[in-house]
Structures are given as structure tokens and as C-alpha cells.
């Protein structure tokens, strides 16, 4: 009887054994690894702006103009921007986009997108003609079952073809919205409230410091005439966010979503003369 149940004992833990084996090779099978030769995943990588901030990774020498190459299957339609009285020059001096364009600000109802076309306004007032990507990417995203992080590589399609239709374009712009707490959101000047300004700067190409430069000067001019309003820069040590496409692409967090729309409209106001006086000093020199 003991000599039985040795043997059932054993047929047990043989089983077990056999279950525990047969569970980590399925797991195993299933477990893709980390492709740093697939195009989405380093796309993903080097352009998200919430996940791997924080951390450094050996990533592999990239040829970028193949690594954001979109699969055969999501074909970009030709970008629609917004016509420009060439009444005031030959051709644009700012391009505005929206990888984001989904960003809304507190009351909900107006968001980043809305915002480019005030700037725009603002700008052609002044004498700088600007185009606006009318195209917007989470549409592009949602209509193609596309996953959000891939908006990027959605993107980097739009600014290629406008850089390829006006090269000269000084002032390239992809305009977002922060989130953070109410408390880091603003900042009061002479009783009257702005949405703050914040400069991202990927580090993740070897020609990074020719965009920093450009957003400094810009964020200088804020600081100098409304202390306070502009956070300066924050550089991304894994990301481009498309920057590498061209020396004069910066993207800005204009507020954030605990901002309302009007202290976002008294900040574009800053901005504009901001952009004016870098420009124009740019022109001169």
C-alpha cells in the first residue's frame, strides 16, 4: 500500500512538472521581445512623451528617413493647410501642426487645434504669414484603427511634405497642452492671469541644440517681458518628436488642461510677440 502511493505521489509531481513546463514555454512563445529594428516600436520609443523619459536605452544607429516609414496599408492623404495671403510674402515664415490635436483645456469645448488658428491669426496680423495643418491626426489615427502612439509617425508625413512644398519656412510648430495641477499651470502679472509656456526638446539626433537654440531665444523673449509665463525647456533624452526633420521645429505646451481659455488667449498674445521679435531678429542677422 505505502509502495502505491510513492507511486501516485510521484505520477504527481511528474504531472506538475509537465503543466509547469508546457505553462513557461507558452508564455515564452507569446512574449515578443522588444524590436529595436521595428519601425512603430522605435517610433513609439523615441517620440512618446508620457513613458521612457526617465530611463536611457542602447538604442541601434537609425537611418530616420526609413525608420518612420508608415506600412503599406496607411497610406497619408495629402496634408490641408490653410491658405496664405502671399499679398504679404512669397511664402509662409511659420507652419502650425497638432500631433496632438485631441488636447483640450478646462472648460473642454476649445483645445490646442482651436489655439493654432488664433496664433495664426495673430501672426498674419503682424506681418508673418502662417499655415495651419488642417489635417488632424487623430482622426488619420481613429479612421485607420491605428494605435495612438503612432501619431508621430502620422505627423512626421504632414511636415515632410509642407518642408518639402516651402523649405525656407523659419518657424516650424507642433502645438500641445501639458497637464499638471492648476497650481503650476499659471501665473498672475498685473492682475491678469496666463496660461504657462513650456519648450520640449528631444536630445535623440545629433543636431538637437540648432531647435534648442530657437525655442531658447523665444523663451527668453517671454521671460524678459512676462516673468514667469515661460517654463523654459525640457529636454527628452530618448525622444525627436520630429525635430531632426528640421533646425527650426520646436514643440510647445501652451497651458495646460487645468487652464482656461482665456488666460491660453493672453498667453498667445505673449507668444506671438515673441515669435515676432526672434524672427525678425533672425531676418536681420
Same mark, same amino acid.
Given at each position: 500500500m505505502k509502495r502505491f502511493?510513492?507511486?501516485?505521489?510521484?505520477?504527481?509531481?511528474?504531472?506538475?512538472?509537465?503543466?509547469?513546463?508546457?505553462?513557461?514555454?507558452?508564455?515564452?512563445?507569446?512574449?515578443? !521581445? $522588444?524590436d529595436i529594428d521595428n519601425s512603430k516600436f522605435v517610433s513609439y520609443l523615441l517620440n512618446n512623451t508620457n513613458? &521612457?523619459?526617465d530611463n536611457e536605452y542602447n538604442i541601434k544607429d537609425i537611418f530616420f528617413e526609413s525608420l518612420f516609414e508608415l506600412d503599406p496599408k496607411y497610406v497619408i492623404d495629402k496634408p490641408v493647410s490653410l491658405k496664405v495671403d502671399f499679398n504679404l510674402l512669397e511664402s509662409p515664415r511659420v507652419y502650425i501642426y497638432n500631433t496632438h490635436d485631441s488636447e483640450k483645456y478646462i472648460e473642454n469645448d476649445k483645445g490646442v487645434y482651436d489655439a493654432s488658428f488664433i496664433i495664426k491669426e495673430k501672426l498674419d496680423d503682424i506681418g508673418i504669414p502662417t499655415?495651419? !495643418? $488642417?489635417?488632424?491626426?487623430?482622426?488619420?489615427?481613429?479612421?485607420?484603427?491605428m494605435d495612438y502612439n503612432l501619431? &508621430?509617425?502620422v505627423s512626421r508625413n504632414y511636415i515632410e511634405s509642407i518642408?518639402?512644398?516651402?523649405?525656407?519656412?523659419?518657424?516650424v510648430i507642433d502645438l500641445h497642452r501639458d497637464a499638471v495641477d492648476r497650481d503650476y499651470s499659471y501665473k498672475e502679472i498685473d492682475g491678469k492671469s496666463y496660461a504657462k509656456i513650456m519648450f520640449v526638446q528631444g536630445i535623440r539626433y545629433s543636431t538637437f541644440k540648432h531647435n534648442m537654440e530657437l525655442a531658447q531665444?523665444?523663451?527668453?523673449?517671454?521671460?524678459?517681458?512676462?516673468?514667469?509665463?515661460?517654463?523654459?525647456?525640457?529636454?527628452?533624452p530618448v525622444s525627436i518628436f520630429n525635430q531632426d526633420l528640421n533646425q527650426n521645429a520646436i514643440l510647445i505646451e501652451l497651458g495646460s488642461n487645468n487652464n482656461t481659455w482665456e488666460e491660453v488667449?493672453?498667453?498667445?498674445?505673449?507668444?506671438?510677440?515673441?515669435?515676432?521679435?526672434v524672427l525678425n531678429e533672425k531676418e536681420i542677422s
Open positions: 502511493k510513492r507511486k501516485k505521489r510521484y505520477s504527481i509531481k511528474i504531472l506538475w512538472l509537465i503543466i509547469i513546463i508546457l505553462a513557461i514555454y507558452l508564455v515564452l512563445n507569446n512574449v515578443k !521581445e $522588444l513613458q &521612457y523619459i499655415l495651419v !495643418e $488642417l489635417s488632424r491626426v487623430s482622426e488619420y489615427i481613429r479612421s485607420n484603427k501619431s &508621430y509617425t518642408l518639402n512644398t516651402y523649405p525656407d519656412i523659419e518657424l531665444s523665444i523663451s527668453d523673449e517671454i521671460e524678459k517681458n512676462y516673468p514667469g509665463v515661460s517654463k523654459g525647456i525640457m529636454t527628452k488667449n493672453n498667453s498667445i498674445d505673449v507668444l506671438v510677440m515673441a515669435i515676432k521679435k
